[in-house]
């Protein structure tokens, strides 16, 4: 396929233009006209543009992309280095950010409710955009511990919880930095007895502890990398293009 088929079909199946974002989503970095192989991958790291240097991507697809509102825009140190491989092996760089987060089909919050066996999932009404906080429910209703040793494992990540003694089965989550949607989560009509997100932030702490809803920090990276290996599968089984998935290591 073209670059430019690559880009109106990711554009009218993941309409980029509905939201207001932190970054440009689409389009990044324009390299070679025709796309062949894909390396997908959470972040557009030095090292997950290298391996896809190594494996002759010509089309590298990411999460978490360029150009982020109130970065330094000077083309200096790592951006420079980053935009050098780009730019010297004619690989085109596409990135959603939040297209990717609520999608209903290959969304991050989607592929993370199906990964954990969450039944019924859906949007929660009250937040905008609509879908990047989702609800569902467990099939049995779990401890704190059960589901914290299920989230571990399932994502192969520590876990930081907060326990209020309470079995938990209707469930709200958010993957990345979605901590500080707790307290529209408790506002909500939804009778949320657990608040599952990538990080973790000070406040989030006492928030759980003083509304009385058990909260889980899974990991940022660890909550993230499956929005984008379901596109890739999806386009892989829609065009004729190759798709890598890479997961590059990150503790956070």
């Given amino acids: ?3 430019e088929e690559l880009a109106r079909y990711l554009a009218e199946f993941l309409k980029p233009s509905t939201f207001k974002d932190y970054c440009p989503n689409g389009l990044q970095i324009e390299g070679d006209a025709t796309v062949k192989h894909i ?8 090292e997950l543009i290298e391996k896809a240097i190594e494996v002759n991507a010509d089309t590298i697809l990411v999460h978490h992309g360029y150009f982020w509102k109130n970065e330094d825009y000077r083309i200096v140190g790592m951006k420079k280095r980053r935009l050098a ?3 010297n092996n004619n690989i085109n760089l596409f990135a959603y950010h939040l297209p990717l987060d609520t999608h209903p089909i290959v969304g991050n919050n989607r592929q993370l409710g199906e990964l954990l066996g ?7 009404d009250n937040v905008e955009p609509v879908g990047i906080v989702m609800q569902g429910e467990l099939l049995h209703a779990k401890t704190h511990a059960e589901l914290r040793q299920q989230l571990s494992d399932k994502l192969v990540h520590s876990v930081i919880g907060i326990d209020n003694g309470q079995p938990l089965q209707r469930i709200a989550w958010c993957t990345g930095g979605g901590q500080h949607f707790i307290d529209e989560v408790v506002a909500s009509d939804a009778h949320i007895d657990a608040y599952i997100s990538g990080e973790i932030s000070e406040q989030t702490t006492h928030s759980a502890r003083e509304q009385l809803i058990d909260y889980f920090a899974v990991g940022h990276h660890a909550s993230e990398r ?5 596109l890739g599968k999806h386009l892989s089984e829609k065009f004729d293009v190759q798709v890598t998935f890479i997961d590059i290591d990150n503790p956070a």
């Fill in 118 to 124: 969450i039944t019924n999932i859906r949007p929660l």
């Fill in 39 to 46: 390396v997908t991958g959470v972040t557009a790291s030095r």
């Fill in 226 to 230: 499956y929005g984008v290996k379901a």
């Fill in 1 to 3: 396929m073209t670059r």
């Fill in 85 to 87: 491989l780009f730019l």
